[in-house]
C-alpha cells in the first residue's frame, strides 16, 4: 500500500496554501507526529484533537489501508462544528468522495459532491468535471470520457486541463481512453504550438507505455 500512496490521496490535497502560517508551532508538531503513525494497534485518541490533527490522521490510516479508519476520520472532519483555517475541506470532501467511488459506491460519491455553499475551500476542479473524475475512479471510464466531454462542451477548454484529463485516464490504467485523450491532447497542443504542455505530454505517453508493459504477464 505504501508505493500506491501518492495515486491514492494527493500529497496536498486537503490543505490551504498558507496551512502552517495559521498553525502553531505545537500543533504542526502533532500533525507531523500523526502523519508518521506507524499504524500498530488501535487507533490514537483523536476526541481532542483538531481537524488539522484529525486529516493528518486519516491520511496515514489511508496511506496504511485502514479505509474505514480514513472514513470515519473525514466523516468527523466534515461535519465538525469549526472550521480550521488551514484545511481546504472540498478537497477534504473530494477524498473521501474519491474512496467511495474506488469501493464501488459511486451514487454516494457523487451526493458527496452536494455540499453546502458555507463549506469552506475552493474547489480544486468544478463539480462537473469532479463527477466525471469519481465516475473514472469507479471503474466506468466510457461513461466517465462522456463525462469530460460534456464538461469540456461547457467550458474553454485548455492545454492544462486536457493534460491532466489524460493523466486521469492513464493514472487509472484506462489505457484504450488515456490513448484517445492523449491524441486528442496533442492535437490541441500542437494547435496552439503549447511547447511546455507537450514536454509534458511526452512523459504522459511514456508513463502510459510504462504501464501498458507492466500490465503484461512476462512483465516480470
Known sequence: MEDAYPEVVDDEAGYLYHAWEVTSTGEAARHHRLARWPGQGPLPASDALSDLERWALARRCLQLGRVEDFREQTRHILTAPCEHPALNYIEIMLQAAAQLARAGDLPDARAML??????????????????AWLTLLAGQPDEASLLYERYLASAETTGDELIEIAEDFVRADALTQARNWLTRTR????????RLNLVDLE???????????????DAH
Open 203 to 217: 512523459l504522459l505517453l511514456a508513463e502510459l507505455e510504462a504501464r501498458v508493459r507492466a500490465m503484461k504477464p
Open 114 to 131: 452536494q455540499v453546502p455553499e458555507s463549506m469552506p475551500g475552493p474547489w480544486p476542479q468544478p463539480p462537473a468535471r469532479a463527477e
Open 187 to 194: 492535437a490541441h497542443l500542437e494547435a496552439h504550438e503549447d
